[in-house]
């Protein structure tokens, strides 16, 4: 059973910054994806950051220079810095992991909140 545990959400004024945690444990495949996605009121579930296992990463449009995903695969641990943070960051972000397999398991954390007031 693999269990995504998130932590550094918070509340925060516009232009600060944010650091997510998200430790993944039990048994993981090594070759995997792990991500960031957010959810804010009223909006689907999208994309923010993902880096795989071999360290290649995809960011969405709003997230690029102003967010870094980071991990450490012993620790099979993400991070997200969060820089320059505006109101419109404010969602739940939620910790993914994906197996890059056919028939790739997918594996969510609980979600953390993040606010940014203005």
């Known amino acids: 059973q693999v269990q995504l545990v998130e932590s550094g959400g918070g509340l925060v004024q516009a232009g600060g910054s944010l650091r997510l945690s998200c430790a993944a444990s039990g048994s993981i495949f090594s070759i995997n994806a792990m991500g960031w996605f957010r959810r804010a009121p009223g909006k689907q579930r999208e994309l923010v950051a993902a880096?795989?296992?071999?360290?290649?990463?995809n960011y969405a449009d709003s997230a690029k220079g102003r967010f870094t995903i980071s991990r450490n695969n012993a620790k099979n641990t993400v991070y997200l810095q969060m820089n320059s943070l505006k109101p419109e960051d404010t969602a739940v972000y939620y910790c993914n992991l994906r197996y890059l397999r056919a028939g790739g398991d997918d594996y969510w954390g609980q979600g953390t909140q993040v606010t940014v007031s203005s």
């Open positions: 880096i795989a296992s071999g360290g290649s990463t």
